[in-house]
């Protein structure tokens, strides 16, 4: 018996495949993982783990999980329970389309925010773009003035696609955004060695169709990993502390010291500086709306 260092390139049930040096092992882990560091909010391997495992020949069994230095969460749908994406990641791009589907505000706000939350790096990709984008116009520079990184790209004629790349050399790189945006066909353009299944828009809900299924990890010829996820309709939160919601909305925070009461929720308070932000266009309408949202979800 001998332990090695591995990592957890995807989940399958009860089973992990775990890259360890050049070489691929699928194995189960023991029933008592030992967590290195502080115990972790979900106690489930994810895609991204580090860990160590006992092997004998050809076979193994993870055995320990080393500190994970990031891990982006979400309230899983229905049951409000945490949910990991993936773990030890250095950057995500969160993937959009310039149209079908049409991009939604809230839910981009809400990754950035998980982002923030767990200090990833968050680049805007806006997939799609050669076939127009006048419906982001109005609102995407808002983004662009907040300091996010936001590049326009064609998975299809390959357009911006250089920018990208140089983005991902040695890095771990999340991929994530709604279905149909066009995660798969990017990764592809990126690097047609992943051969993922493309999926297309419904013509009767103007919506993606899932093709991704489960989280993988996976290595990049020229350096670096990026991790598929599957395409997300919604992503709750969890924990948005006062903190975190300063670090995501940075525009609003700067506002909330001038209100009149201490504990201003900026929905019905007289002498609220933040909705008076609002009213001048200091403060963008969409990006308050998700404020919003998000502080009344975790207060509710």
């Not at 399958?12 to 050049?22: F, K, N």
């Not at 502080?38 to 106690?43: D, E, L, T, V």
């Not at 049951?79 to 030890?88: D, Y």
């Not at 907040?146 to 004629?157: D, I, M, N, P």
Request: aromatic share 6%; hydrophobic share 40%; proline share 5%.
């Amino acid at each position: 018996m001998k332990l090695v260092d591995g990592t957890v390139i995807a989940v399958h049930g009860p089973l992990v495949r775990v890259q360890i040096g050049d070489r691929t092992v699928v194995m189960a882990s023991r029933r008592r993982l030992k967590w290195e560091g502080a115990s972790p909010r979900s106690p489930r391997l994810v895609v991204g783990d580090r860990i160590v495992a006992e092997m004998a020949a050809e076979d193994g069994v993870v055995v320990a999980v080393r500190p994970r230095e990031n891990s982006l969460c979400r309230a899983a749908p229905h049951s409000g329970r945490p949910q990991l994406l993936a773990a030890n990641v250095d950057q995500a791009l969160l993937v959009f389309a310039a149209s079908r589907p049409e991009p939604k505000r809230g839910l981009l706000d809400r990754f950035l925010f998980a982002c923030h939350a767990s200090g990833i790096d968050a680049v805007i990709i806006i997939n799609k773009s050669d076939l127009g984008r006048s419906e982001l116009d109005d609102w995407l520079p808002v983004y662009e003035n907040l300091g996010y990184e936001v590049f326009r790209v064609s998975a299809r004629t390959g357009w911006g696609l250089g920018r990208v790349k140089r983005r991902l050399v040695g890095r771990t790189t999340l991929f994530c955004g709604p279905s149909g945006a066009g995660k798969s066909s990017l990764l592809n353009s990126v690097y047609p060695g992943f051969r993922l299944k493309v999926g297309s828009i419904s013509d009767a809900t103007g919506k993606g169709r899932h093709t991704t299924t489960r989280a993988e990890l996976m290595p990049l010829p020229y350096g670096g990993f990026v991790v598929d996820t599957p395409g997300l309709k919604e992503f709750g939160v969890l924990d948005a502390s006062d903190e975190d919601l300063a670090r995501a909305f940075p525009e609003i925070a700067a506002f909330v010291s001038g209100c009149q009461f201490s504990d201003c929720s900026h929905v019905q308070e007289p002498g609220c500086a933040v909705k008076e932000a609002v009213e001048r266009g200091d403060i963008d309408a969409g990006r308050f709306a998700s404020y919003l949202n998000i502080r009344e979800e975790e207060s509710s």
